[in-house]
C-alpha cells in the first residue's frame, strides 16, 4: 500500500467510517429478540433498535466552502454517467460558476483520465489535499492517490473511510457548485455520500434501453428513500445519425428514459447523442464541451446544465 492510500485510509482519522457497521448489527438482534417478546416489551425492544440505528448514522454536515452539491448518478454502469458529469461541470462553469468536480467512484475512477489529470495532491498547511486543477475545474479523485493500472482491492470499511477522507479532507475554497461522479448502483458509496453530506440534488443518467432503464429507476428511488431531491433524468446515447447519409437510428430504443420519468413524475433534462466526438474527446482527455464548444453535442450539455440549475434552490434558500 503506496504513503498516499496510507494516508487517506489511516491519516488522521479513524478507519470506522461513519458508524455505519453499528446499526445492522444493532437493528438485527432487536429483530431476533423482537419475535420472541410481545406486548410491552417487544415495544421496548423497537425503541431500543431506532435509538441505536439513529446513533448509527452520520450527521450531516456541509463541505466547508461548497455552496451547492450535484450528484450524478445511475444505476448501471457504461451509460455515460462519468462523461456527463464531467460536461455538466464545464457546462456550469461556463456560466462563470465556480465549480469542483468529485469522482467517487473508488474501484474504477474516470476523472482523471477524461480531464487530462495526473499526478497525487498537494497539501496545505492544515493537512488538507488540494484539488488538481484543468480547464477551470477543482478535481479530486482516487485516481490521483494509486497508479492508473492499479487495482483498489479493498472491503467495505476501506472504501467508507476513502470516501470519508475525499468528502471532508480536500481544500476545495469557494465553490458555487461541487459536481460529484457517483459509482454506478445503489450501494453503501450512495448511501455514504447522501448520509454524510447536504445534496441539492441528484442528477440520473441512463440510456434508452429497458436493461439500463430498469436500475435507473432504482437509483432514483434510492434518492427519493434519503430524501435526496431528484432534478431529472438524461437520456444518454439517445439517437445515432449516420456521418455519411444522415439516417437516424435508435440503437437503444427509443424515449425509454422519457417513459420512465413520466412514471416517476420527473422530466428529461436533456438528451444526448451517440457520436464519435463525444467518445474521442473524452478518451484524450479534452471534453467536448472545451474543446467544442460549438458542437451540437456540446450545446446538448450546456442545455442540460441550464436544466439543472433551473431546478436548484437559490443558494440562500
Same mark, same amino acid.
Given at each position: 500500500?503506496?504513503?498516499?492510500?496510507?494516508?487517506?485510509?489511516?491519516?488522521?482519522?479513524?478507519?470506522?467510517?461513519?458508524?455505519?457497521?453499528?446499526?445492522?448489527?444493532?437493528?438485527?438482534?432487536?429483530?431476533?429478540?423482537?419475535?420472541?417478546?410481545?406486548?410491552?416489551?417487544?415495544?421496548?425492544?423497537?425503541?431500543?433498535?431506532?435509538?441505536?440505528?439513529?446513533?448509527?448514522?452520520?450527521?450531516?454536515?456541509?463541505?466547508?466552502?461548497?455552496?451547492?452539491?450535484?450528484?450524478?448518478?445511475?444505476?448501471?454502469?457504461?451509460?455515460?454517467?462519468?462523461?456527463?458529469?464531467?460536461?455538466?461541470?464545464?457546462?456550469?462553469?461556463?456560466?462563470?460558476?465556480?465549480?469542483?468536480?468529485? %469522482?467517487?467512484?473508488?474501484?474504477?475512477?474516470? #476523472?482523471?483520465? @477524461?480531464?487530462?489529470?495526473? &499526478?497525487?495532491?498537494? =497539501? /496545505?498547511? +492544515?493537512?488538507?489535499?488540494?484539488?488538481?486543477?484543468?480547464?477551470?475545474?477543482?478535481?479530486?479523485?482516487?485516481?490521483?492517490?494509486?497508479?492508473?493500472?492499479?487495482?483498489?482491492?479493498?472491503?467495505?470499511?476501506?472504501?467508507?473511510?476513502?470516501?470519508?477522507?475525499?468528502?471532508?479532507?480536500? %481544500?476545495?475554497?469557494?465553490?458555487?457548485?461541487? #459536481?460529484?461522479? @457517483?459509482?454506478?448502483?445503489? &450501494?453503501?458509496?450512495? =448511501? /455514504?455520500? +447522501?448520509?454524510?453530506?447536504?445534496?441539492?440534488?441528484?442528477?440520473?443518467?441512463?440510456?434508452?434501453?429497458?436493461?439500463?432503464?430498469?436500475?435507473?429507476?432504482?437509483?432514483?428511488?434510492?434518492?427519493?428513500?434519503?430524501?435526496?431531491?431528484?432534478?431529472?433524468?438524461?437520456?444518454?446515447?439517445?439517437?445515432?445519425?449516420?456521418?455519411?447519409?444522415?439516417?437516424?437510428?435508435?440503437?437503444?430504443?427509443?424515449?425509454?428514459?422519457?417513459?420512465?420519468?413520466?412514471?416517476?413524475?420527473?422530466?428529461?433534462?436533456?438528451?444526448?447523442?451517440?457520436?464519435?466526438?463525444?467518445?474521442?474527446?473524452?478518451?484524450?482527455?479534452?471534453?467536448?464541451?472545451?474543446?467544442?464548444?460549438?458542437?451540437?453535442?456540446?450545446?446538448?450539455?450546456?442545455?442540460?446544465?441550464?436544466?439543472?440549475?433551473?431546478?436548484?434552490?437559490?443558494?440562500?434558500?
Amino acid at each position: 500500500m503506496g504513503i498516499w492510500q496510507r494516508l487517506l485510509l489511516f491519516g488522521g482519522v479513524s478507519l470506522r467510517a461513519g458508524g455505519g457497521a453499528t446499526a445492522p448489527l444493532g437493528g438485527s438482534r432487536a429483530m431476533v429478540c423482537g419475535r420472541q417478546l410481545s406486548g410491552a416489551g417487544s415495544e421496548t425492544l423497537k425503541q431500543r433498535r431506532t435509538q441505536i440505528m439513529s446513533r448509527g448514522l452520520p450527521k450531516q454536515k456541509p463541505i466547508e466552502g461548497v455552496k451547492q452539491v450535484i450528484v450524478v448518478a445511475s444505476g448501471k454502469g457504461g451509460v455515460g454517467k462519468s462523461t456527463t458529469a464531467v460536461n455538466l461541470a464545464l457546462a456550469l462553469a461556463a456560466n462563470d460558476s465556480a465549480i469542483g468536480l468529485l %469522482d467517487v467512484d473508488v474501484y474504477g475512477p474516470s #476523472v482523471p483520465k @477524461m480531464m487530462n489529470l495526473k &499526478g497525487n495532491p498537494e =497539501l /496545505s498547511q +492544515s493537512n488538507l489535499m488540494r484539488p488538481l486543477l484543468n480547464y477551470g475545474i477543482a478535481c479530486m479523485s482516487m485516481g490521483f492517490l494509486v497508479e492508473e493500472s492499479e487495482p483498489v482491492v479493498w472491503r467495505g470499511l476501506m472504501v467508507m473511510s476513502a470516501i470519508e477522507k475525499l468528502l471532508r479532507q480536500v %481544500d476545495w475554497g469557494q465553490l458555487d457548485y461541487l #459536481v460529484v461522479d @457517483m459509482p454506478p448502483g445503489t &450501494g453503501d458509496v450512495q =448511501l /455514504s455520500v +447522501s448520509q454524510n453530506i447536504p445534496i441539492t440534488g441528484a442528477v440520473i443518467v441512463s440510456t434508452p434501453q429497458d436493461i439500463a432503464l430498469m436500475d435507473a429507476h432504482k437509483g432514483a428511488e434510492m434518492f427519493r428513500r434519503v430524501h435526496v431531491p431528484v432534478l431529472g433524468l438524461v437520456q444518454n446515447m439517445s439517437v445515432f445519425q449516420c456521418p455519411k447519409c444522415k439516417h437516424k437510428t435508435h440503437i437503444f430504443g427509443a424515449d425509454g428514459a422519457r417513459k420512465l420519468a413520466q412514471t416517476l413524475g420527473l422530466e428529461v433534462l436533456g438528451d444526448i447523442p451517440l457520436h464519435l466526438n463525444i467518445r474521442e474527446a473524452s478518451d484524450t482527455g479534452q471534453p467536448i464541451v472545451f474543446s467544442q464548444p460549438e458542437s451540437d453535442e456540446a450545446k446538448a450539455y450546456l442545455r442540460i446544465a441550464v436544466e439543472v440549475v433551473r431546478r436548484l434552490p437559490s443558494p440562500s434558500e
